[in-house]
């Protein structure tokens, strides 16, 4: 199987060469070889090989996979951000093959169509995009079968478990405050209401990542010889020739799998591309490779001390990522129904296998929600929201303003919170106005970014406001639920003394069989302050970075053009998240596989190589 640690003496030059094992690197590279066994590719992978591992294939273990140790993610830091209490950041991306799809929650989440349909590009609408949206999956779930695909390589189902008395008093919850049960809330046109969430798990319960997906079966087959996989080793930049065209790449060991000295990159290697060199590293990790190769800002690479080969000022330029609340219940729930069996210990991967226990192809998420504000609500958020809301929202009913999950267990910690059982829930908010920025201050891979997430910095607050809004909107669906039994408090806001929003210990629902005898809490002016700086401190990155490269005209700070082209080079494409003009109603790992879809079709539009339009491998 040509798959590799260390790069093979003959392997210095090659048809294509794709920088980044991710989501979306793993579509375009599984895609081109198997339709065309003469194309000789090398796929780049920072991180280790995925295949089989068990961290990677059992979703229950999510919740694990940022610890350090297990060197799964990488970890970018921000600077010091005193909007956010003075934190430094850490945003983690996938550092392993199949990059965030091998460790992220495993939710399937598609973009709603207003998304697609306002990136403003030809041939990136949501109609244009629907045969990457079906081609990539194979759908076990309800809804029209117009609206899915049936062959793909990706499965999308329950994974065969899920803890129906809680998913079931959620969902009655929530509908108690105005949100319906939605069928299917991925047809790119659902909007305001809960579903019973899917994932990408296939029925046996193994998640679905773009490894296992497009690349494992082709290097297993041992039918495709003309893939290669390297992975532990960084691509360091892009090289050119006089006229701009990317003729291949620098690259070197990762030195966190191996023994290389803090600080060194270790020796460096060169490969030749002779057609092409795609860029596929992430919004966190393809900007550094563009500006360390000499594309980006010319004040940025002065800065840097890194000759220009041509200025494109939109590189790094304009970090997004959702603003995420995780916040902790305390339940009646048996502790053994929650994914804190697995977080505790209590259980081992090997004891559940040897049970066939189904939960290991639990991700906690049984219940979640695309959901707008009411009109009530919208009034009480002011002035500066109002105007937002009228703008960007009113007229779009396509377009949620928040997402809200529940998981079954203590998630965001890496040891369990007590001996309890908990409920966590996400909210974040789907179309922040705030932009941060991503660059590079030296030549050098090991030199630190300028990385500002920028998050809470929008004229108006009106990030501040819409979150707010999510966590008093999920807090009364919360206190609904008969499996609540107050705040953990460690993870909520510090409410002033004697304040009507307190948090609380319950020994019992605060309900008996009728959920509209509880009343909403009534939050003072205090209160609401007690909550923002809360946001403040708490406030976190949902590690769905994007459109830092942005596809836009030049002129309005894009990267890339509708060919995912870089602008001014030749020969060079960006393929992945960075290239997403503007945020998306959901987790983004379907759209990072979406832009996979296509970009591996454009790519092979333009070598002259036919792909099929159906998802299944031929």
């Not at 956010?84 to 169509?113: C, D, K």
């Not at 991925?186 to 019973?196: K, T």
């Not at 105007?387 to 009113?394: C, E, P, T």
């Amino acid at each position: 199987m040509p798959l590799y640690n260390t790069l093979p003496d003959d392997l210095h030059e090659v048809d294509l060469v794709i920088a980044g094992g991710g989501s979306a690197g793993c579509i375009v590279a599984g895609r081109l070889a198997a339709a065309d066994p003469s194309l000789h590719i090398l796929l780049v992978e920072g991180g280790r090989n995925n295949y089989n591992d068990p961290n990677v294939v059992h979703a229950a273990l999510t919740a694990l996979n940022l610890a350090p140790e297990r060197k799964m993610a990488i970890f970018y830091k921000t600077v010091k951000e005193e909007q956010l209490a003075g934190r430094e950041m850490i945003v983690p991306a996938g550092g392993i093959l199949g990059g965030g799809s091998s460790i992220n929650a495993a939710l399937y989440t598609r973009a709603q169509r207003s998304d697609y349909d306002a990136w403003d590009m030809p041939g990136w609408s949501a109609e244009e995009l629907w045969p990457f949206l079906k081609k990539l999956e194979t759908y076990h779930g309800g809804g029209k079968p117009e609206h899915h695909g049936f062959d793909g390589p990706v499965h999308i189902s329950d994974g065969d478990y899920r803890s129906h008395d809680l998913m079931n008093d959620l969902l009655d919850a929530a509908a108690s405050v105005g949100y319906p049960e939605i069928k299917d809330l991925q047809d790119l046109e659902s909007n305001n209401g809960f579903s019973r969430w899917l994932r990408t798990v296939s029925l046996e319960g193994r998640r679905q990542d773009s490894a296992h997906g497009f690349i494992h079966p082709l290097l297993q087959g041992g039918k495709h010889p003309n893939l290669h996989v390297l992975v532990e080793h960084q691509v360091l930049r892009v090289l050119f020739d006089d006229e701009k065209r990317a003729t291949g790449v620098e690259l070197a060991v990762n030195p966190i799998h191996r023994d290389t000295p803090s600080g060194n990159e270790g020796p460096k290697q060169v490969v030749r591309a002779r057609r092409m060199v795609v860029l596929s590293a992430g919004a966190c990790g393809s900007p550094p490779i563009l500006e360390r190769s000499g594309i980006g800002s010319s004040e940025v690479l002065a800065r840097a001390g890194i000759p220009q080969v041509v200025d494109v000022l939109g590189v790094g330029h304009a970090y997004q990522d959702h603003n995420l609340l995780m916040t902790v219940y305390k339940s009646s729930l048996d502790r053994d129904k929650t994914l804190d069996i697995f977080l505790s210990g209590q259980l081992t991967v090997e004891q559940a296998l040897t049970d066939g226990n189904k939960m290991l192809g639990w991700n906690g998420t049984d219940v979640a929600s695309k959901i707008r504000p009411k009109d009530e609500d919208i009034a009480s958020m002011g002035p500066e929201f109002q105007a937002a809301w009228d703008r960007d929202f009113k007229n779009n009913p396509n377009k949620p303003l928040m997402f809200t999950g529940m998981f079954g267990g203590s998630f965001g910690a890496l040891e369990p919170y007590g001996p309890d059982a908990y409920i966590s829930v996400a909210d974040y908010t789907m179309y922040p106005y705030s932009r941060g920025h991503l660059h590079v201050t030296g030549p050098n891979a090991v030199d630190p970014l300028d990385f500002r997430l920028n998050f809470f910095t929008d004229e108006g607050n009106i990030d501040i406001q819409q979150l707010m809004w999510g966590y008093k909107n999920s807090r009364e669906i919360m206190r609904r639920s008969k499996f609540y039994r107050g705040e953990f408090a460690p993870t909520h806001p510090v409410f002033p003394p004697g304040s009507k929003a307190g948090i609380v210990e319950l020994s019992a629902p605060l309900f008996n069989g009728d959920r509209s005898v509880v009343k909403n809490l009534e939050y003072s002016v205090a209160d609401d302050k007690a909550i923002e700086e809360f946001l403040r401190r708490w406030v976190q990155t949902t590690w769905h970075s994007l459109g830092t490269n942005k596809m836009a005209p030049r002129e309005k700070m894009g990267v890339v053009d509708q060919d995912l082209s870089v602008y001014g080079v030749k020969g060079l494409k960006v393929v992945d998240l960075s290239i997403a003009p503007g945020n998306v109603g959901g987790n983004t790992n379907n759209t990072a596989m979406v832009i996979g879809e296509k970009g591996a079709d454009i790519i092979a539009k333009e070598l002259g190589i036919h792909l099929p339009s159906s998802g299944a491998w031929t």
